[in-house]
């Protein structure tokens, strides 16, 4: 997603000895929603394997403050029996009877009702209209859904909604049926079999118009825009078609069946939802001038929704893959000096931000909405793009493709990744993945050079000037006075590091980084 607007807490689902319990595999969110109020009733049946012999389970549900929104379950089955059960901070706490013993696959029904705090946005769209959308990141699922609200635990999904008629409905997954039931209603129901973390389990109703503006291989893809501005609509998500087109040759096959572009009320400027993103209101303007956005979120699709990161520590393997995907799209389109243009500018924001906060990317704060930051998106992106500037082109293509296919519907971690590249160079990375993800900063350098005429020797100093030495290879490119130029590639290793070149005549000039290759701040001075 993109761009962040308050704070929300960290949430668990582990016992208390730090082990997880169970696993879901499938939810079945049977829902009522009606224009006459906010309150929604909703039949939650969770399907789950128990890790360990275990007898009191939690589920995440907001419940309801004093005098405030949340939701209060009124039953919890297990195999047509009742359990008791209780609401305890934030969590619906049940006993299973003595059925749940280590690897015993069982299936709860969770009934409840309650108008939603957050998680579940109803409001007027800017047409005045009455909409409902779901907007679930970090861990604002359990706003509106009993579930195991971590990244960690994914599952297959299908939401089956009852809604006023008007309404058209979209979701996860493949939309199954679809049919008025009398009394002024629709049924709706969407099946997604592939397993999804609940930060992106939604749907989104609204007086919608859509369209398929294309097909990539099989899978369709489509436009939701609300009905009032669906010339604009159409026209400015039709452009995500060659986008997909171009992730899918450039990763692998898509791995929904479908995807929907959808104009909604999510907080954030993009919220990649699998299968049906969801957009800011504004993103519909006509001037089909959302690229980099659609494409951000397009490339979470293959990474934060079907690779997910294991904890949101981690989450720069969605954000930073989605950022530099992007790039990777922009400069097949617009050329390589475009990227180096981009990469700089990013670059430039990444030094500022290392100024402001010492953070290393990988950040183990509580507050995830402080993780949507430089570090996660622009810095992610440059350390993917420093690993490609090492390996080469297509070496750092083939280990991305094949990052994805061994953790597709899984969960990963950034020593997952280094592992991967680690098989294809056939060389350790420590060094690497350390210094970039969990030292804060970056290199800071002092170059001094000088030109002996009697011995044609140039003479280059590199100084380390940050508190943490880092190792990396630095190319800087000799400019003669004729204005030609020889890169030469240094390996630096050391806090000072003196390197002595033959070369015939006084040059006019050094320039580090020429290809801007390198995450690094620092000044040249000539002696
Ligand atoms: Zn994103």
């Known amino acids: 997603m993109k761009l962040l607007l308050s704070f929300f807490f960290a949430m668990v689902a582990y016992n208390c000895s730090g082990q997880r319990i169970l696993d879901v595999t499938h939810y079945n969110f049977d829902l009522e929603l009606s224009d006459r109020s906010d309150s929604i009733k909703g039949k939650a049946g969770i399907s789950f394997t128990c890790l360990a012999d275990t007898q009191r389970i ?9 005098g405030g929104n949340g939701f209060t379950v009124s039953s919890v089955i297990l195999d047509k029996k009742s359990l008791s059960f209780t609401q305890s901070d934030d969590k619906v706490i049940f006993d299973l009877a003595g059925a749940g013993k280590n690897g015993a696959a069982l299936i709860v029904t969770i009934s409840y009702s309650g108008i939603p705090a957050d998680g579940l946005i109803i409001s007027k769209n800017m047409f005045g209209k009455r909409s409902f959308f779901a907007d679930n990141w970090p861990n604002r699922a359990m706003q509106w859904i009993p579930c195991v609200d971590s990244p960690s635990d ?51 109703l609204a007086d919608f118009a859509t369209e398929q503006s294309g097909k990539v291989g099989p899978v369709p893809v489509s436009s939701w825009v609300y009905a009032e501005n669906k010339k604009d609509g159409f026209k400015d998500y ?77 989450v720069w393997l969605s954000e930073g893959f989605a950022s530099y995907m992007t790039q990777l799209f922009l400069e097949s389109k617009y050329g390589a000096d ?23 990317v990988i950040d183990t704060v509580s507050q995830y909405m402080a993780l949507l930051n430089t570090n996660s998106y622009q810095k992610g992106s440059w350390i993917l793009h420093m690993l490609r500037r090492e390996t080469g082109d297509s070496v750092f293509r083939q280990t991305i493709r094949d990052y994805y296919r061994t953790y597709a519907g899984k969960n990963a971690s950034s020593a997952d990744l280094q592992k991967m590249f680690e098989q294809s160079i056939k060389h350790p990375m420590d060094t690497f993945f350390h210094q970039w993800l969990r030292v804060p900063g970056q290199p800071d350098l002092e170059i001094r050079w ?37 890169v030469i590639k240094f390996n630096i290793n050391q806090p000072r590091q003196i390197f002595l070149l033959p070369y015939p005549a006084e040059p006019l000039a050094i320039h580090p980084d020429p290809n801007v290759s390198l995450l690094y701040s620092g000044t040249v001075i000539r002696k």
């Open 450 to 486: 000088s030109y002996n005429a009697e011995s044609s020797l140039l003479q280059i100093t590199v100084k380390q000037q940050q508190p943490d030495l880092f190792v990396f290879p630095l190319e800087i490119a000799i400019e003669a006075k004729d204005h030609t130029k020889q």
């Open 338 to 360: 475009s990227l180096a243009k981009r990469m700089a500018t990013d670059r430039q924001s990444i030094i500022s931000f290392s100024r402001q906060k010492k953070l290393p």
């Open 154 to 204: 994914k599952a297959a999904v299908d939401f089956i909604v009852t809604a006023p008629e008007h309404y058209k409905v979209i979701s996860n997954g493949l939309m199954i049926e679809d049919q008025l039931i009398g009394g002024g209603k629709r049924r709706t129901h969407y099946k997604e079999e592939v397993p999804l973390p609940t930060k992106i389990m939604v749907i989104g």
């Open 238 to 314: 039709a452009i995500a078609v060659p986008i997909l087109q171009w992730l899918k040759d450039y990763i692998g096959q898509f791995p929904y069946k479908k995807l929907a572009h959808v104009q909604s009320k999510t907080i954030y400027g993009g919220m990649e939802n699998a299968g049906a993103i969801f957009y800011a209101e504004n993103t519909v303007n006509g001037l089909a001038d959302n690229e980099a956005l659609i494409a951000h979120e397009t490339a979470h699709q293959y990474f934060g929704d079907m690779v997910t990161e294991i904890n949101f520590s981690h």
């Open 58 to 66: 939690s589920i995440d549900l907001r419940q309801p403050t004093k």
